[in-house]
């Protein structure tokens, strides 16, 4: 069993639809977690992250961490045709960024 | 520089060659990472360079993969005897110094191809 649990999608939305993108994990010990998006041939680039539990915000994005059920959600409001790539969750123990473990990605399509 | 620079960007060798694969991080940035995304398969942490030094390299996956970083800039990973497993983009990354809230910064690659 992966430590890392995604969803590959494709997930097609129409613009200006909410879209849920999530990750399960089995690690107990992962305490910080990210999400980065990734356009084709490009690196990820960091979106979000969030330290232990809760919700956190940005714009249209907003991240969120249910450790008790080891479950964790990004939510991308009034989404965008610019917003189609692929979406990495990412996890780490106490040493932060520097050893992340990473889902395989969902890719999202936002058609115009 | 700008961003985390690679090279090159593709790569196609026949099994048993070896290869070398190049990062030059951003200027000033003193930890150094690499990860390895095959096709349908999340990043996987190789090693991570904390100035020259390697102090967590667990990640890579067997004796014929190395790494090594000079005058706490560029970075080279090197794989000997290559085999089609190997097929797979190698990503770079950098940040300030590797604290646990710092954000990694990544280049956008080298695809590798064993034929």
């Known amino acids: 069993q992966k430590e890392v649990e995604q969803d590959p999608g494709p997930l097609s939305v129409p613009e200006g639809a909410i879209v849920s993108l999530n990750c399960t994990y089995s690690?107990?010990?992962?305490?910080?977690f990210m999400w980065y998006r990734q356009y084709s041939r490009k690196g990820p680039e960091l979106l979000m992250y969030?330290?232990?539990?809760g919700n956190k915000e940005d714009g249209r994005f907003t991240a969120q961490v249910d450790k008790s059920s080891k479950y964790i959600s990004l939510f991308i409001r009034d989404s965008q045709p610019s917003d189609s790539a692929t979406y990495l969750c990412?996890?780490?123990?106490?040493?932060?960024?520097?050893?992340?473990?990473f889902g395989t990605g969902t890719r999202l399509l936002v058609s115009p | 520089g700008a961003g985390v620079s690679q090279s090159p960007s593709n790569k196609v060798t026949e099994k048993g060659k070896d290869v070398e694969l190049r990062c030059d991080p951003i200027?000033?940035?003193?930890?150094l990472y690499w990860y390895r995304q095959r096709l349908g398969q999340g990043l996987e942490f190789l090693i991570y360079?904390?100035?020259?030094?390697?102090?967590?390299k667990s990640g890579l996956p067997s004796d014929r993969f190395s790494a090594e970083r000079t005058g706490e800039s560029v970075s080279t990973l090197t794989i000997q005897r290559t085999q089609q497993e190997d097929s797979a983009v190698y990503l770079c990354?950098?940040?300030?110094?590797?604290?646990?809230?710092?954000?990694?910064?990544f280049g956008s690659g080298t695809q590798l191809s064993v034929l």
């Open positions: 990354a950098s940040s300030v110094d590797g604290g646990p809230n710092e954000k990694l910064f």
């Open positions: 690690n107990s010990a992962f305490q910080y």
């Open positions: 969030t330290y232990s539990s």
């Open positions: 990412a996890m780490s123990g106490p040493t932060g960024f520097q050893k992340l473990v």
């Open positions: 200027s000033g940035h003193t930890a």
């Open positions: 360079f904390q100035g020259n030094s390697a102090p967590d």
